[in-house]
């Protein structure tokens, strides 16, 4: 499978943004899907998951309360929400399914990655 994510960019703090991220085929429509993201001189750091079926989900707590994770089955694509956006949540964000369990380990897993997205946030 090929994920491809999209809708990063500039904004400013307090802003939102929506992120994207469709799959190339269903064969992960029973895997676990999120988002974890990388910033310069960091280490990636998990975001948010969600079960196969969207009964769990999953947040990093600094991230907990302003972003949500959902996914369009119809369309085969993940979403992230991204509100209140603060300058420390500028990062490269990825998209991944945990191909090892219908649920989505914050670490761990067998991850499929996508390419990147970058979100800048400025102060």
């Known amino acids: 499978v090929q994920l491809q994510a999209s809708g990063g960019g500039l904004v400013q703090a307090g802003g939102s943004l929506r992120l994207s991220c469709k799959a190339s085929d269903r064969t992960v429509s029973n895997n676990g899907m999120g988002w974890f993201r990388q910033a310069p001189g960091k280490e990636r750091e998990f975001v948010a998951g969600?079960?196969?079926?969207?009964?769990?989900?999953y947040y990093a707590d600094t991230v907990k309360g302003r972003f949500s994770i959902s996914r369009d089955v119809a369309e085969n694509t993940l979403y992230l929400q991204m509100n209140n956006l603060k300058p420390e949540d500028t990062a490269v964000y990825y998209c991944?399914?945990?191909?090892?369990?219908?649920?989505?380990?914050?670490?761990?897993?067998?991850?499929?990655w996508g390419k990147g997205t970058q979100v800048t946030v400025s102060s």
């Open positions: 991944a399914v945990d191909v090892s369990s219908p649920y989505f380990r914050s670490s761990g897993g067998r991850y499929y």
């Open positions: 969600r079960s196969w079926n969207g009964g769990t989900t």
